[in-house]
């Protein structure tokens, strides 16, 4: 009988499972859209119980395609959609209320008040600078607004986690309340340098530990699937991984300076820096790529909040296409930008600009721009930020970049990868398996589970599909970029505060 890798993983808009074979080729797959709440203009959230839902649907979906059992699985590796917080009652299993998601801004006061007052000390224990795209404030804001979280703090019963911690608490039967350090560095709690929970900045916000997970290692036995709640699966949970960690690992960037970026709905760029971590003098985060062993790999990671979820915006805001499979043809048709440039600055502007009062803003359209136009400017405007972010890095590492790995559903744009490519002056290479936050999540576990001894077993598993090669001349590519540049300029400090907006 057939066996098989489960890579777990949960987007922001959907969860995806994957299984891969003993030979590493992948056999199924099976996904479920996710739903996204706004409540109010700059807050997102997303149901816990939804995304659980979510999670069993997607890998049943993949199981049934092949006929493979529980007993089929030999272990599992999750990621996940990264900042996201969730609390929940540990006697009944249910959440609190509903999971504030990274890309949320409610908190951006909070951020400014406390980068005021420890702004320095939070980035040198933790490598971050202080922003509401982070858990921390998230939590605190779940903490101070949510009625039952302090009686059931006084309990014992109070748990709080990202949605690696949630999900493994429900793939377990509530057996297992753990993190791995990757996730944790991305909380804005953990020492960058111990990867342990670091009890200054705790107790700076008044977050008890006692009511986060446990960080391990990336590739540990984090706990076993209860077959009862996880589809009839007892495999071991070996491996956990934030989603572009995730996607690193999965590229098989496992030497310092290769970098990967994931297009989703929003985009993401890191580089392995190796065994030091690499503090930006630029505005990119450094992070914990993964930890084995004990001995953690950082990274540079630069975030981009609104890539994919400017497509779906044109589909579902603007109804101007009915799939983002219509892009690449109506990107082609415009025969040109027609001088409108679109900064998707919905929820503010991440990495470099860091401006959490930034919004969205199209420039230079005219009487002759259409449809094709917008289309083509958003496609672009990816393009644009992920350039933004590559030359930050360079000049953070000091190392010259020669090309650029990609994953994710927008790689099949064979425009945007065109452009993406022009715009870098850099060869774009894509991989025969695009889905590599699933796949890195299911070498994390296979490591994990004893089943492969190191990375470097796996590098032999990373095929290339395509390469897109620059053919833009320099004066265009210069011209381009500060025409995005100065409409970037437009939509910076567009509001003043999160409460005071014309909407």
Same mark, same amino acid.
Not at 122 to 145: M, N, P, Q
Not at 224 to 232: I, T
């Given at each position: ?210 009511? @986060?997970?446990? &960080? +391990? ?5 984090? %706990?076993? $699937?209860? *077959?009862?709640?996880?589809? =009839? ?84 805001? @603007?109804?101007? &296409? +009915? ?5 690449? %043809?109506? $990107?082609? *048709?415009?025969?040109?930008? =027609? ?84 715009? @870098? ?79």
């Amino acid at each position: 009988m057939a066996k098989y890798y489960l890579g777990l993983d949960q987007g922001t808009t959907g969860v995806t499972a994957i299984l891969f074979d003993e030979r590493w080729q992948q056999a199924a797959r099976g996904y479920r859209e996710i739903r996204q709440i706004y409540p109010q203009p700059g807050w997102v959230e997303h149901d816990a119980l939804d995304i659980w839902e979510a999670a069993c649907d997607a890998v049943s979906q993949a199981m049934n395609y092949v006929g493979a059992t529980g007993g089929d699985i030999l272990c599992v590796g999750l990621d996940h959609e990264g900042e996201s917080v969730v609390l929940w009652d540990r006697a009944t299993g249910l959440p609190l209320a509903n999971t504030i998601v990274w890309q949320d801004r409610r908190t951006s006061e909070a951020a400014e008040a406390l980068s005021a007052s420890h702004g320095e000390l939070i980035r040198e224990k933790t490598g971050l600078h202080v922003d509401s795209y982070f858990s921390a404030l998230k939590l605190r804001w779940l903490l101070d607004h949510v009625p039952e979280a302090k009686e059931l703090l006084a309990q014992g019963r109070l748990l709080a986690g990202n949605m690696d911690a949630w999900l493994v608490w429900k793939m377990s039967g509530g057996q297992a309340h753990v993190t791995d350090s990757s996730t944790a560095s991305r909380t804005m709690l953990m020492n960058l340098h111990s990867c342990r929970w670091d009890q200054d900045v705790l107790d700076i916000l008044g977050i008890p530990c006692r009511i @986060l997970p446990t &960080i +391990r290692d990336s590739a540990s036995l984090f %706990a076993y $699937a209860d *077959a009862d709640s996880f589809c =009839g699966i007892k495999a071991p949970i070996s491996g956990m991984i934030n989603d572009q960690q995730a996607a690193l690992f999965g590229q098989t960037c496992f030497a310092p300076g290769t970098v990967k970026t994931t297009y989703g709905t929003g985009c993401f760029m890191l580089m392995n820096t190796g065994s030091q971590p690499v503090f930006s003098e630029n505005g990119i985060v450094t992070t914990v790529g993964w930890q084995l062993d004990g001995h953690p790999t950082y990274a540079l990671d630069g975030g981009i909040y609104i890539s994919g979820a400017a497509t779906q915006w044109l589909r579902d805001g @603007l109804k101007i &296409i +009915r799939s983002a499979s219509e892009t690449e %043809a109506m $990107a082609l *048709a415009a025969g040109g930008n =027609g001088g409108v440039y679109f900064v998707p600055a919905f929820t503010g502007l991440a990495a470099p600009h860091w401006d959490s009062y930034a919004r969205g803003t199209m420039v230079g359209i005219t009487a002759g721009t259409t449809a094709e136009h917008i289309v083509r400017a958003t496609l672009e405007s990816t393009a644009y930020q992920v350039s933004d972010l590559l030359k930050a890095m360079e000049s953070d590492s000091g190392v010259p970049i020669t090309a650029m790995r990609c994953d994710g559903g927008a790689v099949a744009n064979r425009f945007l990868m065109q452009f993406q490519a022009d715009i @870098l002056n850099l060869p774009v290479h894509i991989p025969a398996i695009t889905d590599t936050t699933a796949l890195g999540s299911a070498f994390m576990a296979a490591i994990g589970a004893g089943l492969c001894a190191s990375p470097n077993e796996l590098t032999g598993h990373w095929q290339l599909k395509c390469a897109y090669e620059p053919k833009m001349s320099a004066d265009e590519r210069e011209h381009l970029l500060s025409r995005w540049h100065k409409a970037v300029d437009r939509a910076r400090s567009w509001v003043e505060d999160e409460t005071n907006c014309d909407y």
